[in-house]
């Protein structure tokens, strides 16, 4: 323990952020005078003259489509994207069907020689259609939210691995 003091780096220099000596950190350190530079500059650059943090710059514009493509497909591939986005049509077009069913279905019980295609139908066959497309939109719209979960949980994955991986090769 003895001579441990004056090899290690002088906590009060750290503590003082703006004014950062690199070189009271680095002095135990056996490092060339180009890499003890490097250092200093990368240091001394997020202050500015007056040693207060220098704002990150903010970009601005719109998302290209191959940024959507490129998650997408790292989500699912072709396949499963495919299969996700036609679920989400299905999905659509079994609510829309649905409401329909029930608007027909209401025209008939206030006309009574309404034309509607239901209106010829008994009520049981009526009742039993519109609880077969409800129970239809409730599985499809679970079905539907569960894969677009996965499709999105598996896209942050696979890109945040892959961010990970070239943040440890640089």
Not at 90 to 105: A, M, N, Q, T
Request: glycine fraction near 6%.
């Amino acid at each position: 323990i003895e001579g441990l003091e004056n090899s290690a780096p002088n906590i009060h220099n750290v503590v003082n952020v703006p004014h950062l000596d690199v070189t009271s950190i680095i002095s135990g350190l056996s490092v060339d005078s180009t890499q003890l530079n490097v250092v200093k500059q990368e240091a001394h650059s997020e202050f500015n003259t007056s040693g207060s943090r220098v704002a990150e710059e903010r970009g601005h514009g719109t998302i290209s489509m191959k940024t959507y493509y490129e998650y997408f497909k790292a989500g699912g591939e072709y396949l499963f994207t495919t299969v996700v986005f036609g679920l989400i049509v299905l999905s659509e077009g079994s609510v829309v069907v649905s409401d329909w069913w029930i608007s027909d279905w209401s025209e008939c019980s206030v006309q009574i020689n309404s034309t509607a295609s239901t209106c010829g139908l008994n009520s049981i066959y009526r009742v039993s259609t519109y609880f077969g497309l409800t129970l239809m939109v409730i599985v499809l719209s679970f079905i539907r939210c569960t894969l677009i979960f996965v499709l999105l949980l598996r896209a942050s994955r696979v890109l945040h691995n892959r961010m990970f991986r070239a943040v440890l090769r640089a």
